[in-house]
């Protein structure tokens, strides 16, 4: 993975000491907290209900295991034992105290890392598909793009205070696994007829109150002109996005009020006086950056492993993880590895401190000391010998790493909601929770198969439930928490928003509106038919109809009043 | 006299900002003799008198185009563009297309809310004065402009990216 450099030291350094001496200046009372907390949103730290949330950026989702090990410290020293993987790939820690924020910075720093535009209105941290570099399907490794694009965007002059958030999302696979379509800016990696790589560019995706699919705003542009391109497209937005409503702030609503069409000619307008400038990268630069990402010291191994082929034929447990857990990898006798953070009570996206120190130890000895965060809240440990698969499951499951639930209905995607947030409607944490437990039977899960129930405690949608196969989204009524729910979306390759399928539920619905919808899908389905296959066949109408067609009570949910 | 950072030092300013008043236009509000900078919608309602200054300097508002002094530019000693609000990041592509797009090499100068932590970026982007909002120590925003040794990108004052300016060393990605 990359490794910073003087330079890349130097920078970060230089942060740590402008952000001590911000914070100093806010004790101190040098700054208000209205000048303050631009500042410090531009540094991930958040005011929540409770403390302080520190979001640490990890550039397109890539950890070294020592990086891990430093997460597990900052854990223990400054939060309460645990942290929490977000939909962007990062991490956050949710106790934090503005005093020791400053030293965490510090001490991210002698690992290379940082919090660097992990929140407030510039471009933020870069997000790629966890399986960049050992995808069977990749057309091109996106990870040093990532990398070029993260060096831009750090600290750019003119793009630090947009009219709203910026998030790129780039792609190389065939699979669109980085959900660029709800990115402000998508990038595909692609070659076209010659054999040339450059990206095809989308524009103005996005979720939130205004879900909307990015446009193609460019079919090729030629690796050479990414930076000069995509400062065009910042320099447009920068100047004409709307800056009245915050709600319409985003990208999304420009390209929407002017068209696609119109955009891409401003852009086109503002990108002659660039292009071909100093920007325009390098044959020298890319192989800098692409150092960095050559394939590790891969074994020469037999594609199938017989005690690995023996061991799965004997043990069904084994064989479900693999089933769900375990992807398939451009090496002979290698394997992409999942290890669930969604165990059945745990919230989505957390680990404890030991699990982080686990973790990184696995990384150490199964793949080559390297980690991946998934926009999904999981882990990926990318090169695991196939022949070491076994062990590795034994392991995992000891420290409850090993739910075989990858892209099943209790691998949800949930954001922190009301327990955290001070944003969010409603808990969304809670839900997840209840859904897990009422559905925790695992061969019922592999049953239903592929579905993506995705959770939101508020319309920005952190939890992503409008590409959610089905969609909640917390709402306030006369102050109390409620439920609505979609149906119908999807991210990847054929993206789409979903449909809100009528009056929203209280909490403690949730689980029968849930199984009521599972039972017409099993009702529908056509054999192996995707859940969101079904959905788009039939519509929402059944579904909306039966899970409407009685009174559902409202049961409280076992144990200590998780909805309350 | 106000202070102003200019060129990276504190001087006096000598030129008097024009901002209409509740009740005044454009075209009929009375521009005083002097150094004045005086707002787009002045200049252009009363050009033909104004041009004949000596001394002039215009302003741009945050949501007003740099293009509308395209044919203007030598017209003036200073061209100021106002940050109504500090998180308002208008003025950074102003200036930028002020100096990359139209040329102007003269006095570049923010105004508004003019705060130390912005000023290395307004610094990048080609303002080279900046008149920090009043109530704050100017010495202690001076301090801004030097918060960072070193950049990745291009802007108006690095003219390349750092991966053209410098050799990059590349280390073993893995230890």
């Not at chain 1, 692609?190 to 879900?211: Q, S, Y």
């Not at chain 1, 010291?297 to 034929?313: I, S, W």
């Not at chain 1, 559905?439 to 439930?465: K, P, R, T, V």
């Not at chain 1, 993206?495 to 929203?504: A, L, Q």
Request: proline share 4%.
């Amino acid at each position: 993975m990359y490794r910073y450099d003087q330079y890349d030291h130097q920078i970060v350094k230089e942060r740590v000491a402008q952000y001590r001496d911000q914070v100093r200046r806010r004790l101190s009372d040098e700054l208000i907290e209205d000048e303050f907390r631009i500042l410090r949103l531009q540094n991930g730290l958040y005011l929540q209900r409770h403390a302080y949330m520190l979001r640490i950026a990890v550039p397109y989702g890539l950890l070294a295991s020592r990086q891990v090990r430093m997460f597990a410290h900052i854990a223990r020293k400054y939060d309460r034992g645990y942290g929490h993987f977000t939909t962007r790939q990062n991490i956050q820690f949710n106790w934090i105290k503005l005093e020791e924020s400053p030293d965490i910075l510090a001490e991210l720093a002698t690992v290379e890392m940082h919090a660097i535009q992990t929140s407030g209105n510039c471009i933020r941290n870069t997000t790629s598909d966890e399986l960049a570099g050992v995808a069977a399907d990749e057309i091109v490794d996106p990870r040093p793009y990532a990398e070029l694009i993260r060096e831009w965007s750090t600290f750019h002059p003119e793009f630090a205070y947009l009219p709203r958030k910026f998030k790129i999302a780039i792609s190389g696979s065939e699979e669109d696994r980085a959900a660029t379509a709800v990115h402000d800016v998508g990038l595909h990696v692609i070659k076209n007829a010659a054999g040339e790589v450059g990206f095809r560019v989308l524009v103005g995706g996005g979720m939130g109150r205004t879900p909307i699919l990015g446009s193609v705003i460019r079919d090729f542009l030629p690796w050479q002109h990414a930076m000069s391109y995509l400062e065009a497209i910042l320099r447009v937005y920068n100047q004409y996005g709307r800056r009245d409503n915050i709600y319409k702030a985003r990208i999304k609503i420009l390209v929407k009020a002017i068209g696609a069409e119109e955009f891409a000619r401003q852009v086109e307008t503002e990108w002659l006086d660039i292009k071909d400038g100093p920007s325009t990268l390098t044959a020298e630069e890319l192989q800098r950056v692409a150092h960095y990402f050559t394939a590790p010291a891969y074994a020469t191994l037999p594609a199938v492993d017989a005690e690995f082929e023996r061991k799965k034929a004997e043990e069904k447990a084994f064989a479900n993880w693999l089933k769900r857990n375990v992807k398939e990898h451009k090496v002979a006798g290698y394997a992409a590895v999942i290890l669930s953070l969604k165990k059945t009570g745990v919230p989505p996206g957390d680990i404890t401190a030991d699990q982080l120190d686990f973790v990184a130890d696995l990384a150490d000895r199964y793949s080559f000391a390297e980690l991946r965060v998934t926009h999904e809240q999981n882990l990926v440990l990318a090169d695991v010998k196939q022949s070491e698969l076994y062990a590795l499951w034994q392991e995992a499951k000891t420290h409850g790493l090993a739910t075989p639930n990858i892209g099943l209905l209790t691998d949800i995607i949930c954001c922190p909601g009301g327990d955290f947030c001070s944003l969010a409607n409603a808990k969304s944490i809670p839900i997840a929770q209840a859904i897990a437990e009422r559905f925790d039977n695992i061969d019922f899960q592999h049953d239903i198969g592929d579905i993506e129930l995705n959770i939101s405690g508020c319309i920005n949608a952190c939890g992503h439930h409008h590409v959610g196969n089905i969609g909640i989204l917390g709402v306030d009524k006369d102050g109390a928490e409620w439920y609505q729910v979609s149906l119908g979306g999807a991210q990847g390759n054929v993206s789409s928003i979903g449909k809100i399928i009528g009056p929203s539920f209280s909490a403690h619905q949730m689980p029968t509106v849930i199984d009521r919808l599972l039972q017409v899908y099993v009702k529908q389905r056509i054999e192996d038919e995707r859940f969101i296959d079904t959905v788009r066949r039939v519509g929402v109408t059944p579904f909306k109809d039966f899970v409407y067609a009685t009174p559902i009570k409202s049961e409280p949910t076992s144990g200590e009043d998780a909805c309350a | 006299m106000p202070n102003l950072i200019k060129d990276k030092v504190v001087i006096d300013d000598n030129w008097t900002l024009l901002r209409l008043a509740e009740g005044e236009t454009a075209d009929t509000v009375s521009v005083p003799a002097g150094k004045i900078i005086v707002p787009l919608t002045v200049w252009q309602a009363q050009r033909s008198a104004l041009q004949t200054r000596p001394e002039l300097g215009v302003w741009l508002a945050s949501d007003e185009r740099p293009e509308a002094l395209k044919d203007d530019l030598a017209a003036f000693q200073v061209i100021a563009v106002d940050f109504p609000k500090f998180a308002d990041g208008r003025g950074y592509s102003i200036a930028y297309n002020l100096r990359a797009r139209l040329g102007y090499g003269g006095e570049l100068r923010a105004i508004g809310d003019v705060l130390r932590d912005q000023l290395f970026y307004m610094q990048r982007v080609g303002f080279n004065a900046f008149a920090v909002r009043a109530d704050k120590d100017i010495h202690d925003a001076l301090k801004g402009l030097t918060d960072f040794s070193e950049k990745y990108q291009t802007s108006w004052d690095e003219k390349n990216p750092l991966f053209r300016r410098a050799k990059r060393e590349t280390l073993s990605a893995r230890d």
